[in-house]
């Protein structure tokens, strides 16, 4: 199992985080994600690929890219 941490754009509100963690959770090989609002991170858990994530957040209407890549 890996461990990817994402930086996130686009984050103003509850709402948002819930989203955002709700997208990462449905990618699959996702076991877990937490997602942070104040910092704009989300630490994500399983096998999944980065673009993957990524393109789940995009869709979602924010911005992300892997923090120290």
Excluded: W, Y
Aim: charged share 15%.
């Amino acid at each position: 199992m890996n461990q990817i941490e994402l930086n996130i754009t686009g984050m103003t509100c509850g709402h948002c985080q819930t989203g955002v963690t709700r997208a990462l959770k449905g990618v699959p090989g996702v076991t877990d994600a937490q997602v942070d609002l104040k910092s704009g991170r989300a630490i994500v858990h399983g096998n999944a690929a980065a673009q993957q994530l990524i393109e789940a957040v995009v869709e979602e209407g924010f911005g992300a890219r892997v923090a120290n890549p």
